[in-house]
């Protein structure tokens, strides 16, 4: 059982299995991220007072960028659906009920559209605030300092911000397209050499509706 900052990391069958699959296709820049973002999530989740299963809130948080490893990245879809799809597909092959394994990849397949995961169960919106708070450091305040210290001692940031945006890129330059629309455009934008990112308005203009 470990214990960071007063929350508990799941420690069941399932969440271990979970935990072995990340540690064997990620990496420690993955690893210690993804804890980081389940402890916040938690944190946020109990300073709230909000009803969560913490077991699930572990696995996506586990599984949310997964798919930007080559054991799960795909050639044509986005990758937060690849972490998605990587869950559902352990989730069942555990005999997990379908309800929570939805609960799960929505979790993950939506952790970066901003504006609306939110708004979803507590699990989902949970992990966003996570994901959010590590990367960006959104709403850095609520977590005290104390409670930061305690997490990034457990598992350590290690130039994290150059990092991440690396790992982000090597997990899709070979798909640009499936950033179209999203946050992961600018990471295109700014490190994938020759890369011009879709217009919107460009598209509307230009489609083949005669007017």
């Known amino acids: 059982m470990t214990n960071i900052a007063d929350i508990k990391i799941p420690d069941s069958k399932l969440a271990v299995q979970a935990a072995e699959l990340l540690r064997e296709h990620g990496d420690d820049l993955l690893w210690n991220h993804s804890n980081r973002v389940?402890?916040?999530a938690a944190m946020k989740g109990n300073l709230n007072q909000m009803k969560y299963d913490a077991e699930?809130?572990?696995i996506s948080s586990l599984f949310h960028d997964i798919g930007l490893t080559s054991a799960f990245r795909s050639e044509d879809k986005r990758f937060e659906v690849d972490g998605a799809n990587a869950a559902r597909d352990f989730l069942r092959s555990h005999g997990i009920p379908e309800a929570s394994i939805r609960l799960v990849w929505d979790a993950v397949a939506l952790h970066t559209s901003i504006g609306?995961?939110?708004y979803k169960e507590p699990e989902a919106a949970l992990m966003n605030f996570g994901v959010s708070y590590d990367v960006v450091g959104k709403n850095f305040d609520l977590i005290s300092a104390e409670a930061r210290q305690q997490v990034v001692a457990a598992f350590p940031r290690n130039d994290f911000k150059h990092g991440i945006l690396n790992a982000f890129l090597e997990g899709f330059k070979h798909k640009p397209e499936t950033t179209y629309g999203t946050i992961n455009a600018d990471v295109?934008?700014?490190?994938?050499?020759g890369y011009k990112r879709p217009n919107f308005c460009h598209h509307v203009l230009h489609s083949k509706w005669d007017e």
Do not use: A, G, N, R
Not at 188 to 193: A, N
């Open 188 to 193: 295109c934008e700014m490190l994938l050499p």
């Open 38 to 40: 389940f402890l916040f």
């Open 56 to 58: 699930l809130l572990y």
């Open 116 to 118: 609306i995961v939110e």
